[in-house]
């Protein structure tokens, strides 16, 4: 079992910044894919910004050129960089870690258990 604890939410005026944070209980390198996600309310879950099996990083068209994904493998912890904030990215933003086994059926997703950011002036 993985533990994931996001942190750095919080409220923001738009066109503010936020960094969160996601730390995790085992090693997010190697076989690992991490990726945030967020959802708002009465909407689903969606991704945001994640590491891709080749290293690079991928967003959504919400988040490309306002939000950075980055990872400190050492200390076991994603971040996510939040730049001009607007309304819409009002959510709860959750951390999910994706262990890619040798054998697919044994892969395992884990999810933190999210942190809010509001953006409101």
């Known amino acids: 079992q993985v533990q994931l604890v996001e942190s750095g939410g919080g409220l923001v005026q738009p066109g503010g910044s936020l960094r969160l944070s996601c730390a995790a209980s085992?090693?997010?390198?190697?076989?690992?894919?991490m990726a945030w996600y967020r959802q708002a309310p009465g909407n689903q879950r969606e991704l945001v910004a994640a590491?891709?099996?080749?290293?690079?990083?991928s967003y959504s068209d919400s988040a490309r050129d306002r939000f950075t994904i980055s990872r400190d493998n050492a200390k076991n912890t994603l971040y996510l960089q939040m730049t001009s904030l607007k309304s819409d990215d009002t959510a709860v933003y959750y951390c999910?870690?994706?262990?890619?086994?040798?054998?697919?059926?044994?892969?395992?997703?884990?999810w933190g258990k999210g942190t809010l950011v509001i953006v409101s002036s």
């Open positions: 085992a090693s997010i390198s190697g076989r690992v894919d």
């Open positions: 590491f891709t099996s080749g290293g690079g990083a």
């Open positions: 999910h870690y994706h262990m890619r086994a040798l054998n697919p059926k044994y892969d395992r997703d884990y």
